[in-house]
């Protein structure tokens, strides 16, 4: 029995277990209310619903690590990462406000949008069959209205994905740093 726990207290120890731990917990005081409205509902009033994308790389991302590295080393290398980063943080600024264009208001009929990600499934789809999946759930999450939205765009990517993908950049950019320097 000393044994058991003894293995479990290691267990526990040990770097991803821990860090999955802290995220539970983590996860359980974004409930706890402050001012009325608990955490998740003031993070919620920032990003609104999360893309169907988004909740599918976090659940494979914390369940299954390895996966999920392999996947991003052969589908989602650096300059990819870095391309969609510019792609996201120029929709976002430009959605804003900040150009003479609003993108955002092209996903309410997206009827050319949803041309363009047909000829990107025709080009591409079997190479990166892993963004062809999370493209396919988040059309067939749109063509059930799944979320409260009626914009494709907050099907397809979300401000979490943005700055998930932001930090992935920067790993990235500072490990070559760092890697070049030694």
Do not use: C, K
Not at 26 to 51: C, E, I, K, N, Q
Not at 154 to 159: A, R, V
């Amino acid at each position: 029995m000393n044994h058991r726990i003894t293995m479990l207290r290691n267990r526990l120890a040990d770097g991803p277990v821990r860090s999955r731990l802290l995220l539970l917990l983590a996860a359980g005081l974004m409930l706890l209310p402050v001012g009325g409205l608990s955490l998740w509902r003031h993070v919620y009033g920032f990003t609104g619903d999360l893309a169907p994308a988004t909740w599918v790389l976090f659940f494979v991302w914390f369940g299954f690590p390895g996966v999920f590295q392999q996947w991003v080393s052969i589908e989602l290398p650096f300059r990819r990462r870095l391309l969609l980063l510019v792609s996201l943080v120029l929709f976002y600024v430009l959605a804003l406000g900040s150009g003479p264009v609003d993108p955002y208001a092209y996903g309410f009929q997206p009827r050319l949008l949803l041309l363009i990600l047909a000829l990107w499934v025709m080009l591409r789809g079997r190479v990166l069959p892993g963004l062809t999946l999370l493209l396919a759930l988040a059309l067939a999450v749109f063509g059930i209205h799944g979320l409260t939205s009626d914009n494709l765009f907050d099907y397809l990517f979300d401000p979490v994905l943005t700055i998930v993908l932001g930090i992935s950049v920067f790993r990235g950019v500072m490990s070559r740093r760092f890697s070049s320097s030694a």
